[in-house]
């Protein structure tokens, strides 16, 4: 058994990924830390849990982590994690850290985005953990940065056909749509039911700091340095993302061929689905699993390609792929834990 | 391993069947049938379940689904399944129907609220299915009448209480919230997001055919007559349904000796759970499960005891409990396939 | 033109009296408080009146506000408003409150429910604002306490009925539901999005404090000490109010005598609409307005009333009666500037 | 008084359309159609307007509407309007109609996109009724081609770029999402709450109707041929729209001058409300109005502008801007009937 610990764990996306250990059976959940509910039992910050995990959450000891676990889980503030990942490391454990702080692999990139970095030794080994696409790297990683919400459902499509050299690299644009859970469980304004009901708007237009990190992976497959418009959205929903990307080809190809290069990619990972022409994927497909249902379509008289795709944000965007991070760096089969079929509704 | 057929299968309590037996171990899915969606794939109904489900619909046809199955849930409107249930048991099936016409075994009380029975002789054998209170009829139970949602949130509260005797039972009245998807995947103005979003309204206001089916279980309980008022109204939220629970009681008695009273009856049953004092229950901990979550107030000031039971209008109210009275029938755990541990959110 | 005050502008209820007194052909907004908008311009905290409100925010200083305005409205939290009134009253204002501080004549009452009242001498003095039924004291008084939102919509459909002595007093039950305002617009993990959607839930069961308030108006109409139970509830949606009430007539009555009782009370008042037999309220058609929409039902078999009643918790329930209060207190109509056309959706 | 008539009355922009001439103080509604609620009140249909609305639904009757009304809105399915709309001319009533029937001037466009067309003689005199573009030609107009809702949300900012060449034609794509009213008040799935709710995705990507309809008017005002890629969303909520509108700038101009530009066009207009930089439009300000709020960016890295622009789409995208424009057609301040202070939550 992996004994598994969760720093963070009564946010969103910790509380996701204490389900899917929960019922993931390599796993046993050795602690829980919480600074909010620190002395009480796991199922007081969520009830749905109650007799299902009976952890009773801890204040943050890295030492005891180290010890008591085999892997950490970081669903952390940016900068508290690289404070804690190079004792975690040396104690002997595996960190997967959900924050950005080891997304990056080039500081640079990472202080103009965010703050100074204090273990900038670390960003060269640790492995950016988008598992469709660097999976190697992640089966032998001792640290994994678990890639944003947006640059999952934005990078995922659009990978393979950078890397086959398939689209002008001048010409992409990202318009996301982010359910409410992805701005955290921390009350502010901006969640309040009232505000998000009826409420459609963009925010950090050009601006967010998940821009920087897809262009980062971009470059590095397209082998040269890419650039892309990104503007997120907030949707009155608890979970979900859809991401609608513009690109123009880079020459006449037709929708089949676009089609056939993402399958081609992702013909054997189970989490990737493409959706049947004529059916877009929707988020309420994908809810509450690590799926990436993805569609494609051709607006030929404008010589564009529109991709699209849906994630849960907390799953596949979150939880979802920091559990299949570790069950890479395992070695287990990625779906192991993540298999639950999908609701209806 | 059980072969299953479920008719009716892309309704939303036959989805969430088949949802639920898809991650069943001991479960193989036979046939699904349904009239809008024959000779497609299960999955064109509901793509959440892509790549999971690759049955394909087919029509109605009872000699098929009797031989290709060792039970048939039967997910349709009422009336149809007395037209089927007798020549699928003759073929050795068990038969699980969610509709009303198995719940009655008077007769004369399923014909004062529905319309004229075609098959009493099966009402005498049939069972009603709320598994947590008559479990052993129903393990060796031929045919099963899966209680109606509204009587699921509204009976495992109150039925140790009348069964102890602690209640006034001329006092009892149930006010009920029920979530969208218990008026069914049909589109109807009443369903209309538009219409549903900021609305919250009374429906079938004291005369919702519910209340017979709960006032039958609470005679049969009490040994004696019982009625009681009851109200549904309509939640402005897909799955989930709460009831609050007014009742006088039968002489002084405290709020702990309640409380025991619930906690005695279902004290080895895994999916009843009684919720701290000061914490009531909530649909959003319930929601996709098989969970009766129940909470106890008493009003000292008015002498009246206050009940709140959540459930999941299609789980536990529906889809789960069918699943749950399943095992019970084959002699299986009552959870399996039912032991997904609940989201945060 | 009257000189119309608002302190604390910039919560829910304050927002809409501004919306209101915008509309409203013989008022001039005099002054905005805000403690978190002081010296920025109100449309900041709600850009959708951007163009219709420039009025700038402003720290609370009484003494301006005395001289500056004919009307304050108190929009601030219990305990405030006592210390202010007094000042406001001697500088010539009249007062509209909307805390529970001017809402009890019997400070022990208050007391009990909140805090030690400091004003007591005001109490007296000051008038339940509950516009239909305390209209001609409304008309001369100095200061009204505005009714809370949960007292407006169960004692509309009562009071006609306790009056006319036709209910059981021993038997009153309320069971209300409240949309998401009225929790205000601070933010807390009560109020975010992903806790609110898909949740139903009671709170503070039997122990609201709008209990005593509703009991003290009974109390009073009947002559008699009236106690009855009260359970709110929470429901996803950002406006409006559903109250069901359960009450055993005094005697044999017909439905219709009932609905005679309550229309013949409300024979000549506006906002009251009395819906017609089988078609229950809907907070959906009160969305935005004053309206407050009743529907009665009588459970024949269990010799019980069920009321219904529906308003916009902040519409009737807040801002849209303090503005029909301070019609009355001025002498206007009191539609004058509430008789907005409601939205169909 | 204006005599105005409204075919589709109980639909939501026909239902819309009579809130607004309810309250508007030169209007009195002469007749209102409806196939569904024929002979029945119109608030038997909408009873958020009981009180308010007395008028009776009838069967559609040119000959009577074309003697009774001296303005007719037709808020009907394509095709009818085209039958209709010669024979209210003939009466002497002027039309404004909400379908696509005559917003094209060339009937070939209008022919591709939806189907033959039998009053082609019409379409050189009927007028696109976009109010800030085309205010001269409506005011003198006997018949309007109310603009789609899409098209009023993408033109409004693009129209004023467009004509002042600071857009690179080539380079136009626009991201919309819409509230699920803009499908409809007849039930389907798609509008069916459990299918909407926790639901984000594209439709009819690239292919929708209203993109023939804005690079009609994108041409125009050009003065050469325009397209543009197209992708609307459906967002779960009930009203409002918002689009985002990607371009790149023809030339080096920095975002204030964009800015200027807009704000020029609108100075005197006073539905569209210009953004301050770093506040983009939301849903939410503009619900229930009938305005257009509008936010600029400039995503310097890429060389693009961003556009964001938020509307009602069944106020300033239907009812309101019917109103509007009826309010031009008969010599009336654009505001009247259309300055309702607008709500804040």
Do not use: W
Not at 44 to 72: I, K
């Amino acid at each position: 058994m992996i004994r598994a610990a969760v720093a963070g764990g009564t946010g969103y996306a910790g509380a996701e990924i204490i389900r899917l250990l929960s019922g993931h059976p390599q796993v046993q959940i050795a602690a829980i830390t919480s600074r909010q509910f620190a002395g009480q039992p796991f199922d007081r910050a969520f009830p749905s849990m109650a007799g299902r995990v009976s952890v009773v959450c801890e204040e943050m000891n890295p030492e005891r982590l180290g010890r008591a676990a085999d892997v950490v889980f970081l669903a952390l503030p940016h900068k508290i994690p690289m404070a804690l990942a190079p004792g975690l490391l040396s104690s002997g454990c595996k960190v997967i850290d959900l924050s950005a702080d080891f997304r990056f692999r080039d500081p640079a990139l990472y202080e103009a985005a965010y703050q100074p970095h204090t273990a900038k030794d670390l960003l060269r080994e640790s492995v950016y953990g988008l598992c469709e696409v660097y999976t190697e790297e992640i089966r032998t990683a001792r640290i994994v940065g678990n890639p944003g919400c947006y640059p999952t459902s934005v990078l995922l499509p659009l990978v393979p056909l950078v890397k086959a050299g398939l689209l002008d690299l001048e010409s992409i644009v990202a318009d996301s749509k982010s359910g409410v859970s992805g701005a955290g469980r921390s009350p502010s304004l901006t969640v309040h039911f009232c505000e998000v009901a009826e409420s459609f708007k963009a925010y950090k237009v050009a601006v967010h700091r998940h821009n920087p990190e897809m262009e980062m992976v971009l470059s590095r497959e397209a082998g040269r340095s890419v650039t892309m418009t990104f503007v997120p959205h907030l949707v009155p929903m608890s979970r979900g993302m859809l991401s609608t990307i513009y690109a123009r080809p880079s020459a006449a190809v037709s929708v089949e061929a676009v089609r056939d290069c993402i399958a081609a990619c992702y013909s054997d990972r189970p989490f990737v689905r493409l959706r049947p022409a004529g059916m877009p994927p929707d988020t309420l497909h994908v809810r509450g699993t690590n799926y990436c249902d993805i569609g494609v379509v051709s607006d030929e008289r404008n010589r564009r390609l529109i991709l699209m795709s849906a994630i849960d944000n907390v799953g596949k965007g979150a939880a979802g792929q920091a559990v299949q991070n570790m069950n890479l760096m395992f070695g287990l089969p990625e779906t192991t834990g993540l298999d639950q079929v999908p609701h209806a509704l």
